[in-house]
């Protein structure tokens, strides 16, 4: 299977809109693991890349919930 692979920064939203937009990238599969804030970060610029991107028109969150109340 020829899939292409990047390295990106996600801290820089615009080269990796840059990045999709180039290589015409249809639909994004996020598979990060969103452990912490900075975890967190990193899928909220990269769903902004995304966004920012003409070629994407869809985006695959790698994980869906809310964080659980630490005190009981």
Do not use: C
Not at 3 to 21: N, Q, T
């Amino acid at each position: 299977m020829d899939v292409p692979v990047f390295a990106v920064d996600y801290g820089d939203v615009e080269s990796v809109s840059r990045l999709l937009e180039t290589n015409n990238v249809h639909t994004v599969i996020s598979a990060l693991s969103v452990r912490g804030p900075d975890e967190g970060a990193s899928e909220i610029n990269l769903v902004k890349a995304a966004a920012k991107a003409g070629a994407t028109k869809r985006f695959i969150a790698s994980e869906y919930g809310v964080l659980a109340p630490t005190k009981k």
